[in-house]
Nanobody
Framework: QVQLVESGGGLVQAGGSLRLSCTTF????????MGWYRQAPGQQRELVAA???????NYADSVKGRFTISRDNARSTVYLQMNSLKPEDTAVYYC?????????WGKGTLVTVSS
């Protein structure tokens, strides 16, 4: 059974930093795309950043220059380094794994940025 376990969320002041981690279980990192999505109250879930197994990255315009996605294939883990956080970054952040055989989600981790 594939599981994605996120960690690293919390409360931070505007301008601060957090690093989110997502470790996958039950699947071997191979040809895939890992991503971070977020959903704020009353909003649709949106893509924040994604990284392919080849290392190609993609970011939402709203986080470019502030967030960095990376992955450690040996640890089956993807990270999201979030700097210069803003109150509008407040949301539940979800880890996503997309492979040829399926699309998997973590349960989410809450990030709250106070002004």
């Amino acid at each position: 059974q594939v599981q994605l376990v996120e960690s690293g969320g919390g409360l931070v002041q505007a301008g601060g930093s957090l690093r989110l981690s997502c470790t996958t279980f039950g699947i071997i990192f191979g040809i895939d795309t890992m991503g971070w999505y977020r959903q704020a109250p009353g909003q649709q879930r949106e893509l924040v950043a994604a990284i392919t197994s080849g290392g190609t990255t993609n970011y939402a315009d709203s986080v470019k220059g502030r967030f960095t996605i990376s992955r450690d294939n040996a640890r089956s883990t993807v990270y999201l380094q979030m700097n210069s956080l803003k109150p509008e970054d407040t949301a539940v952040y979800y880890c996503n794994l997309r492979v040829a055989t399926g699309n998997y989600w973590g349960k989410g981790t809450l990030v709250t940025v106070s002004s």
